[in-house]
């Protein structure tokens, strides 16, 4: 099976770095998916990684071990409309993809 | 990027009454589509995984009979949830994968569509 954990809730401040982190177990590896989620909306794409290191995409880079099972994705120069929700998503052996419980972040001013 | 469409966004119905939900890709081909749950401030949970000419596969715990998935083509599939009961109101989402080669590697990413949030009376 398949199993995914990432925090609850986060707060930040405007303009700061924060880095949601995920850990996961599972029996099969094709990819590791971060999506955002506002609120009431479906989730869009934000990055993708299957081999180990760091991928960088603008304001976004989303980090990954395989062999650690564990992933993070690091948001710079934060924005009020960054509050959202993040999910950590894993396709397994299969064709599946499956979602954590998604990370709640809050960015004040 | 690939563009899925979904509707209706919202539909409210009678207990007892059936609903049709309808997911379309719009620019691409999808031979698999996902369909999702999502209740408020949880995750998506996976319901079934939708085959263009054969039939959806479901996950544990999904009455097959009582959401019942139709691939006919390759640019659509529909969720029909039967007998509706208030227990189903949630948000439903569907999910389509595109191959895209990346700067690194290729990858099987979800487009979504924009949900349909079902209030069942």
């Known amino acids: 099976g398949q199993n995914i954990d990432q925090p609850t809730e986060m707060t930040a401040t405007e303009g700061a770095i924060v880095q949601i982190n995920c850990t996961y177990q599972?029996?099969?590896?094709?990819?590791l998916f971060w999506y955002q989620q506002h609120a009431g909306e479906a989730p869009t794409f934000l990055s993708y990684n299957v081999l180990d290191g760091l991928e960088e995409k603008g304001r976004f880079s989303s980090f990954l071990s395989r062999s650690k099972g564990y992933s993070y994705l690091l948001l710079k120069e934060l924005q009020m409309k960054d509050s959202a929700s993040y999910l950590c998503?894993?396709?397994?052996?299969?064709?599946?993809?499956?979602f954590g419980a998604g990370t709640r972040l809050f960015v004040k001013a | 990027g690939a563009v899925v469409s979904q509707h209706p966004s919202w539909v409210i119905c009678k207990s007892g009454t059936s609903v049709k939900i309808e997911c379309r890709s719009l620019d691409f081909q999808a031979t698999t589509m996902f369909w999702y749950r999502q209740f408020p401030k949880q995750s998506l949970m996976l319901m079934a995984t939708?085959?263009?000419?054969?039939?959806?596969?479901?996950e544990q715990g999904v009455e097959k009979d009582k959401f019942l998935i139709n691939h006919a083509s390759l640019t659509l599939s529909t969720l029909t949830v039967t007998s509706a009961h208030p227990e189903d109101s949630s948000f439903y989402i569907c999910?389509?994968?595109?191959?895209?080669?990346?700067?690194?590697?290729?990858?099987?990413?979800?487009?979504f569509g924009s949900g349909t949030q079902l209030s069942v009376l």
């Open positions: 599972t029996s099969g590896f094709n990819g």
């Open positions: 998503a894993l396709r397994g052996g299969g064709f599946k993809t499956i």
């Open positions: 999910s389509a994968s595109l191959r895209d080669q990346g700067a690194r590697a290729v990858s099987e990413k979800l487009f």
């Open positions: 939708s085959n263009e000419g054969s039939k959806a596969t479901y």
